[in-house]
């Protein structure tokens, strides 16, 4: 029984420290390097779709931003899904992103508006499953 109750709180522990991980990876900006306002975005599985977390960020003009792409989905790897991200009016596509793979784009916000990140690749059946990268979308919110 006592073992039992080990295994538990183990189990419980190592949970709640990958939570209070993913929690604190995708909170605010945090400075990078050259005083850039740093994002990690990644691309997660809910279910049978996929995202963007987090979905929208927000910077002011004038800000360095870098943001650190991610594509965490986990499958067949005999079968991968890829992803892209684009933010067309900053001229940023990452090309395809292989699963545990990363892709960092670094760039000054110097227009305002509300710019839609997205995964422009078509909606595809991956071994058994429909993929809806036109679901993948967020959004890059600049303020004056």
């Not at 390097?33 to 994002?39: I, L, S, T």
């Not at 793979?101 to 508006?113: I, L, N, S």
């Not at 509300?114 to 422009?120: A, N």
């Amino acid at each position: 029984m006592a073992s039992k109750t080990v295994i538990i709180a183990v189990i419980v522990v190592v949970a709640a420290v990958a939570v209070g991980f993913m929690v604190l990876s995708q909170g605010p900006s945090t400075p990078a390097a050259g005083g850039a306002k740093e994002f990690t975005i990644l691309l997660v599985e809910s279910g049978p779709n996929r995202a963007w977390d987090p979905d929208k960020i927000t910077v002011k003009v004038g800000d360095k931003v870098r943001l650190k792409i991610a594509n965490t989905d986990t499958e067949n790897p005999a079968a991968p899904t890829l992803h892209r991200f684009v933010i067309t009016e900053y001229n940023i596509d990452s090309g395809d992103i292989a699963p545990g793979k990363e892709y960092v784009a670094e760039f000054t916000a110097d227009k305002a508006g509300t710019f839609k990140y997205f995964d422009p690749r078509p909606d595809e059946q991956v071994g058994r499953e429909n993929v809806r990268h036109s679901q993948e979308i967020g959004q890059l919110m600049v303020e004056p």
